[in-house]
């Protein structure tokens, strides 16, 4: 236990310091939410797939699709590392870039605006980022307090209120600079965590074949391609958390941020990789929780014969992972949530300060005033996230699916035609966000299941916009300039 003490208090002091070296090295608006725009492919590539994966994923999504889909689970790995990672960077890194710089614009509400001439796309885009994403980022707290409450054996509440006081020094003191730094460190974590976990996952199970036997013995079908619940709940996971990201704001803005087009080419390939050994780790450990976890063996976690799906992972650790290298399976998913944390409280600061505040209230307000309103709306957004987290309304599942789902379908249809189609036009984004968050709720309030909700919403949202948009004359000014397809593998200077 004491070392576990030592170890939390070293990385925590860590932390820190980098946040302190990022506060130094932070002197404009665009420096603590972006960079300075000039992040390198490393930083970039660990900030994006850490972002990407957190304590949702290792303690809620991982254990609960597994237990349920068994291996079958791994294709959300492969979509996501295919397509959220590896198609986001190829189609929308380098294009994305050019047209934040050649815009000026550091969001993406920002860009609603530029593109479509509309500022009322302009304010429901940053209505949606700042209400949706606190249940997000209270899914997170919530993975990260279950984590510390089974290795320190602290209350709850304890460890959430430690967690959200932590987080809120980390992020005011140096915004995207310390996030980025940081980042690096966090995922060299994360590889070297999800490598451990599945060697002793691996022999604890005696071995892929015995596993697959013991798993198969259970229910044949969670060692087959497709797993009980069947084909349709798994494509919607599948689309839900890997097409989502083409229009996810946390997401998008790393590459605001990047330096050149090298760096995206380098980044693209790192993501990738990173996200396969991540993601294909978290979801097969979580397959097999089936195998070491019984009501016999762990009755804790059981309800009336049901596990309890966000207690599952933590548990499995604690069975397989030797004690003395615990602390790292903490660090890992500590890593993890840290910067998806830092993401989300950046994008709902910038969503109320700089597109609300600045573009709708106080057009005139001065660069410092700027950093200075987002440090304290960070802040804020902490402790919205902390008073939701401690109420626990829904599983860290059920909050990401509602959360990812109403986002992508606001997002979705305006951003990836807007960027990739000049036919589209302000009456079939507005309609295209608007119908596909209203269709996402309305399945949502119906009781259909939260994947299937968001799926068919971020449908609806890209199927909407360039129908509507036929309906209204064409806009004679896009809003953004002509740009030459760009990808990662053109070798023409930047």
């Given amino acids: 236990m004491y070392v576990k003490q030592i170890v939390i208090a070293v ?5 820190i310091a980098i946040g302190v070296a990022g506060w130094r090295k932070t002197r404009s608006f665009s420096d603590f939410f972006l960079g300075g725009g000039k992040v390198g492919p490393w930083m970039t590539a660990f900030t994006y797939a850490a972002s990407y994966f957190s304590a949702v994923l290792f303690i809620g999504f991982a254990g609960k699709i597994g237990w349920g ?3 079958s689970g791994l294709w959300i790995a492969v979509g996501n590392a295919l397509v959220g990672v590896l198609a986001v960077w190829w189609l929308l890194g380098y294009r994305v870039r050019q047209i934040a710089r050649a815009c000026d614009i550091h969001t993406m509400p920002e860009f609603f605006e530029r593109r479509y001439n509309s500022t009322f796309l302009k304010l429901f885009a940053s209505v949606a980022i700042f209400v949706f994403f606190v249940p ?4 997170v707290f919530m993975g990260l307090s279950y984590l510390f409450q089974s290795n320190f054996n602290i209350p ?32 060299l974590i994360m590889v070297a965590g999800v490598c451990i976990l599945l060697w002793f996952t691996i022999d604890e199970g005696g071995g892929l074949r015995k596993m697959s036997a013991d798993l198969a013995a259970i229910d044949p079908k969670l060692a087959a391609p497709v797993g009980p619940p069947g084909v349709w709940p798994l494509f919607c996971l599948v689309f839900l958390t890997s097409v989502a990201p083409f229009g996810m704001p946390q997401l998008v803005q790393k590459f605001y941020a990047i330096k050149d087009r090298r760096s995206v080419r380098i980044g693209m390939v790192a993501s990738t990789c990173f996200a396969v050994l991540i993601g294909g780790a978290a979801y097969f450990t979580g397959a097999t929780t089936r195998l070491f976890i019984s009501p016999e063996t762990a009755p804790g976690i059981f309800e009336q014969g049901r596990p309890i799906v966000d207690r599952l992972m933590p548990e499995l650790l604690a069975h397989v992972v030797p004690e003395s290298l615990s602390v790292l399976m903490l660090l890992l998913v500590l890593s993890a949530s840290m910067s998806t944390l830092a993401a989300l409280v950046l994008l709902s600061s910038s969503a109320v300060v700089k597109d609300f505040y600045a573009g709708f209230v106080n057009k005139n307000v001065s660069d410092r005033q700027l950093m200075l309103l987002m440090r304290v709306l960070s802040a804020v957004f902490i402790v919205v996230s902390v008073v939701l987290a401690a109420a626990r309304l829904e599983t860290i599942v059920a909050i990401l699916a509602i959360s990812w789902g109403a986002i992508g379908s606001v997002f979705l249809g305006p951003f990836v035609w807007g960027i990739f189609s000049r036919r589209v036009n302000r009456f079939g984004a507005i309609s295209s966000a608007v119908l596909g968050l209203g269709v996402c709720l309305a399945l949502y309030i119906a009781g259909r299941p939260r994947p299937e909700a968001g799926t068919i919403g971020m449908i609806v949202s890209l199927v909407i916009n360039p129908l509507f ?6 806009s004679a000014n896009p809003g953004i300039p002509a740009l030459e397809p760009a990808t990662p593998t053109d070798t023409r200077p930047d």
Avoid at 11 to 15: E, F, H, K, S, T
Wanted: proline share 2%; no cysteine.
């Fill in 11 to 15: 990385y925590a002091l860590m932390i």
């Fill in 69 to 71: 889909f068994g291996y």
């Fill in 136 to 139: 997000y980022s209270s899914a």
């Fill in 156 to 187: 709850y509440g304890y460890a959430l209120a430690a967690m959200g006081a932590f987080t809120a020094v980390y992020m005011v003191l140096g915004g995207y600079k310390s996030m980025a730094m940081i980042d690096v460190i966090f995922g």
């Fill in 469 to 474: 948009s036929r309906l209204a004359p064409r």
